[in-house]
């Protein structure tokens, strides 16, 4: 029997979409991924989350989140779905062997940031090393930090840390940023903000939190070391849509394209990172998650009718 709704990915759009579709009494199946809770799972303090004005910590977070949307009878299936077939209704998703079938479908995978892979990048992540400036940026107040990327990522998370940092420096791999012109000089024309050119990280150091960073420039190799405390990695970001080529619509970056919460396919829906590469906050996504669920609901009722 065909479940009614398939929730794919569990991170804030996921389970938000859970918890509601679950108090809809539509049963919802989730499939959750191996590495359930998205990229919350990865943070420490959480300290932007309405509703938790001591902070929380990012497991917690969504632990509390899964918690809540089982409460109201959600199932979950720890394992990453492997192929979807979206051509026909019932939708079809695949875990290896394993296929079910869902008359409507919320996408919810999230995107993942792009590292660098380079020793102590993974080791102190949570540690002085991040990827979220607006998640992070508060906790690096009066300290030396590096930023790692040319593009208005970097730009954007270099200029926001000035607000904490008592110094930023923007590492990037060319002598000139792909970033637009604009940001590119603010962050050129800022007193807080030096920039290194042509050089790249080749290794965070730092027991327990990060201390310095060993860089070399890339024209002349030679490498030394600077010191710092906060290393944040803005090379951007890729989203988790490689087994959905093919079944709906993506943008040349790889994004599912929406009309709101609504894909290319009908009776098919997509909520937070996956599809918003603009905000890429939990709240964001929780938002476009509980969207996606109140869409798909009245969707349903449609074709019922
Ligand atoms: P991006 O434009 O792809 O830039 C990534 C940057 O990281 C590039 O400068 C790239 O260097 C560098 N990089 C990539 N891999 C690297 C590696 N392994 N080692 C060292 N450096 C590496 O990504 P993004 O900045 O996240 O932006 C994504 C999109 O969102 C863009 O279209 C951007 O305009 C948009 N965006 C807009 C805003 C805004 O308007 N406020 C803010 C954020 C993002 P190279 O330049 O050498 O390739």
Not at 6 to 24: E, K, N, Q, V
Not at 40 to 45: V, Y
Request: with cysteine; proline share 3%; charged share 25%.
């Amino acid at each position: 029997m065909a479940e009614k709704v398939l929730i794919i990915g569990s991170g804030p759009a996921g389970l938000t979409a859970a918890i509601y579709a679950a108090r809809a009494d539509l049963e919802p199946l989730m499939i959750e991924g191996f590495e359930r809770g998205g990229q919350l799972m990865i943070t420490t303090d959480v300290e932007n989350y309405p509703g938790f004005p001591d902070g929380v910590m990012g497991p917690d977070l969504m632990e509390q989140f899964r918690k809540q949307a089982e409460r109201f009878g959600t199932r979950m299936v720890s394992s990453n779905v492997t192929r979807v077939d979206f051509s026909e209704r019932p939708f079809r998703a695949w875990v290896d062997d394993d296929e079910y079938q869902a008359d409507a479908v919320i996408i919810s995978t999230g995107a993942s940031a792009r590292w660098l892979g380079i020793p102590g990048e993974e080791r102190l992540r949570g540690y002085g090393v991040s990827a979220c400036a607006t998640c992070d940026g508060f906790f690096f107040r009066d300290r030396e930090i590096l930023v790692i990327g040319g593009g208005d990522s970097a730009m954007e998370e270099a200029l926001f840390l000035t607000k904490f940092a008592s110094k930023v420096t923007v590492v990037h791999r060319r002598d000139e940023f792909r970033a637009s012109k604009i940001m590119a000089q603010r962050v050129l024309d800022h007193d807080k903000i030096e920039v290194l050119w042509d050089t790249v990280p080749e290794e965070v150091l730092g027991d327990t939190a990060v201390t310095a960073v060993k860089l070399r420039n890339v024209k002349t190799d030679e490498v030394h070391e600077i010191a710092a405390e906060g290393f944040f990695v803005a090379i951007g970001h890729d989203p988790n849509t490689a087994i959905f080529k093919g079944q709906v619509d993506l943008d040349e970056a790889g994004y599912v394209i929406a009309d709101g919460t609504r894909t290319s396919v009908e009776g098919v829906f997509a909520g937070g990172d996956v599809v918003d590469k603009v905000y890429r906050q939990a709240i964001t996504a929780a938002g476009m998650g509980c969207a996606a669920a109140l869409d798909a609901e009245r969707w349903l009722e449609e074709q019922e009718g």
